[in-house]
Nanobody, 126 residues
Framework: QVQLVESGGGLVQAGGSSRLSCAAS????????MGWFRQVPGKEREFVAD????????YYADSMKGRFTISRDNAKNTMYLQMNSLKPEDTAVYYC???????????????????WGQGTQVTVSS
């Protein structure tokens, strides 16, 4: 089992940047595929990006490509999401998630993840 704690959210102006962190404790961090999701009230939780166990493979939702960068530091048991060129529509609660299963095919969906953090609010003002 792993415990996940997000940090780094807050209020940002449109066009600005913010970096989220996800600190993991418990089972070996490098054994988890990790992802970021986000959710606004009344909507489904939305995939943002994910990263392989070694950090060598990353994948982004189309609307985040070129603006967001996911990374991880297995020595620090931490994953990051660098968000640039933020837009008001990026306003959401951002969640990190961990998947311990080895999958031949990854669909980048919420139901692939077993462990979740409590979320951190990111608000982008126009």
């Amino acid at each position: 089992q792993v415990q996940l704690v997000e940090s780094g959210g807050g209020l940002v102006q449109a066009g600005g940047s913010s970096r989220l962190s996800c600190a993991a404790s418990g089972r070996t961090f490098s054994s988890y595929y990790m992802g970021w999701f986000r959710q606004v009230p009344g909507k489904e939780r939305e995939f943002v990006a994910d990263i392989s166990r070694s950090g060598g493979i990353t994948y982004y939702a189309d609307s985040m490509k070129g603006r967001f960068t996911i990374s991880r530091d297995n020595a620090k048991n931490t994953m990051y999401l660098q968000m640039n060129s933020l837009k008001p529509e990026d306003t959401a609660v951002y969640y990190c998630a961990a998947d311990f299963r080895v999958r031949n095919v990854r669909l980048h969906q919420r139901n692939e993840y077993d462990y979740w953090g409590q979320g951190t609010q990111v608000t982008v003002s126009s």
